[in-house]
């Protein structure tokens, strides 16, 4: 897997499971946030979910709270997506991406303090 690469999305139908994956093996350790993010056509880029170093701060977008959950798994250097319960206003192209935490560390959910961005991966939930 590349860095920052996002996989696993597809088509799903409303009420279904995903999860995503996005090696980071650069960032995974360290002080570093990382973060997921979608954006759909033609609207701006959003938070799902994001994290500082050592569990100080895990944040979801309200619009997830309760059905996403972002992990990671140091062994092989992956973070996670689990997106349960898909709604079609989930549908987006979403992206994992990191960020020096001096700049993220208060803000883990705004994108423009991250600064590493991989391909994203289509996620199209059916109704």
């Known amino acids: 897997l590349l860095e920052m690469v996002a996989y696993g999305g597809g088509s799903v139908q409303a009420g279904g499971s995903l999860r995503l994956s996005c090696a980071a093996s650069?960032?995974?350790?360290?002080?570093?946030?990382l973060g997921w993010f979608r954006q759909a056509p033609g609207k701006e880029r959003e938070a799902v979910a994001g994290f500082t170093p050592y569990g100080r701060k895990t944040d979801y977008s309200a619009s997830v709270a309760g059905r996403f959950t972002i992990s990671k798994d140091a062994s092989v250097a992956t973070l996670y997506l689990q997106m349960n319960n898909l709604k079609t206003g989930d549908t987006a192209m979403y992206y994992c991406?990191?960020?020096?935490?001096?700049?993220?560390?208060?803000?883990?959910?705004?994108?423009?303090?991250?600064?590493?961005w991989g391909r994203g991966t289509q996620v199209t939930v059916s109704s």
């Open positions: 650069r960032y995974i350790e360290g002080r570093h946030c």
């Open positions: 991406a990191a960020g020096n935490v001096g700049l993220c560390g208060r803000a883990p959910l705004e994108a423009s303090l991250y600064d590493e």
